[in-house]
């Protein structure tokens, strides 16, 4: 029977911490209409997770109606935070995630492709990771660590199994940062596409949508899906790598082996070479192009047509196989989203068999850069949403 109440207790814990963590601030009246649990029993859970400094309460604030106003309550946002990690072909960040999403400003380092290395990588992180905790507060607690990477994560080994985009295989990259900083911490690291597709759920464009499919442009094709409101990982954590699904077969080579990749065909290298920059320009000669656009330059304008042209066809076949209710459009796409979407559209209506019985709605990120960032502090998080008071709260900064 006691352990029985415990368990109660924690998922009940868990429930009010989850709603003002995604949610935002509530009033008890609030949470109690939200759980279905009486006002006393969300006092007492309230008054559990504010003793351990996790949730705080404000003045109460008037609805308007009948009786004594309810106090407003909320997450203490740095009390347990996590360093973010991300890795990306053409940058790499770090920055502060704490609960209810609340973020320092990240600081992030634009990279040429030499330095996609593992040494100069890491080193470059550390470098940043370092600048990042110099910004927690004293007293705050460091919670542990997330990484998101353009590469297949195997999450049961915490290792990118490949980096195609980066030249990596089988490297533990969250063990040598914590090396590196010296901290011993819990650490997870999560595909980029998986990680944003996650934060747009949560914070980004697709909040309440549970059938998303996330499109990340790069240099490569990140992807993430959300089936029935959760993340589809496969066995490992491979499931969802569209940016290789085949949709040339003439097409160039890709460097997973396969030929006429997806992201091939709408990855930043295609569009760069179509609209005569350098391949390996990077996000100023992104930025080139889309100011190109804004001038009506014929060259940009065709790039960006026929770069449109594969999205669409590569959309249409996601929405077939997924049947999602929104496509989500990160990075570079988010960018071209504006001078795509009407190819994108017209196929989804002409095309798709699913998408023209089944609307699908195809926006921009909300997250913009951060979204991959995001999404990996939402999965570092989970331990201490699942069990507030049995999770161990952290480290103490001491910058």
């Known amino acids: 029977m006691g352990m029985a109440t415990d368990a109660v207790r924690r998922t009940n814990l868990s429930q009010v911490l989850r709603i003002l963590h995604v949610e935002g601030p509530a009033t008890r009246a609030q949470i109690t209409a939200h759980t279905g649990l009486n006002r006393s029993t969300v006092g007492t859970l309230v008054g559990d997770l504010a003793e351990v400094g996790l949730v705080e309460e404000g003045e109460p604030r008037s609805t308007g109606g009948r009786g004594r106003p309810s106090p407003l309550v909320s997450v203490v946002p740095m009390r347990t935070a996590v360093l973010v990690i991300d890795v990306k072909v053409d940058s790499v960040a770090a920055g502060i995630v704490g609960l209810g999403g609340h973020r320092l400003p990240f600081h992030r380092l634009e990279r040429p492709r030499v330095r996609t290395g593992i040494e100069p990588t890491v080193d470059d992180l550390e470098a940043l990771a370092r600048k990042a905790l110099a910004d927690l507060p004293a007293g705050q607690h460091l919670f542990g660590i997330a990484v998101s990477i353009a590469g297949l994560v195997d999450r049961h080994t915490n290792t990118v199994s490949e980096g195609p985009n980066i030249g990596w295989t089988q490297v533990p ?113 992104l930025d080139a192009v889309l100011a190109a656009i804004v001038d009506g330059d014929e060259d940009a304008l065709a790039a960006v047509a026929r770069t449109g042209h594969w999205l669409a066809i590569g959309i249409a076949n996601i929405v077939n196989v997924f049947n999602p209710r929104m496509v989500v459009l990160g990075d570079m796409h988010a960018l071209l989203h504006p001078h795509v979407i009407d190819q994108v559209e017209l196929r989804l209506a002409a095309k798709s068999l699913v998408g023209r019985r089944s609307p699908v709605r195809v926006v921009a990120s909300r997250l913009g850069d951060d979204a991959s960032a995001v999404g990996a502090a939402e999965f570092a998080l989970e331990p201490l949403l699942s069990d507030p008071l049995g999770a161990d709260l952290g480290t103490p900064a001491t910058a």
């Open 173 to 285: 990259l969250p063990d040598l940062l914590l090396e590196r900083l010296s901290l011993d911490l819990p650490a997870v690291m999560a595909n980029d596409g998986d990680a944003g597709v996650w934060a747009e759920h949560l914070r980004g464009a697709a909040i309440g949508v549970d059938d998303v499919v996330y499109l990340s442009g790069e240099v490569g094709l990140g992807a993430g899906v959300i089936v029935g409101g959760m993340p589809l990982g496969g066995a490992v954590g491979y499931a969802g790598e569209l940016g290789h699904m085949v949709v040339e077969p003439d097409g160039p080579r890709c460097g997973c082996g396969a030929q006429g990749c997806l992201e091939l065909m709408v990855g930043e290298q295609a569009l760069l070479r179509r609209a005569g920059q350098t391949e390996d320009g990077g996000r100023d000669a």
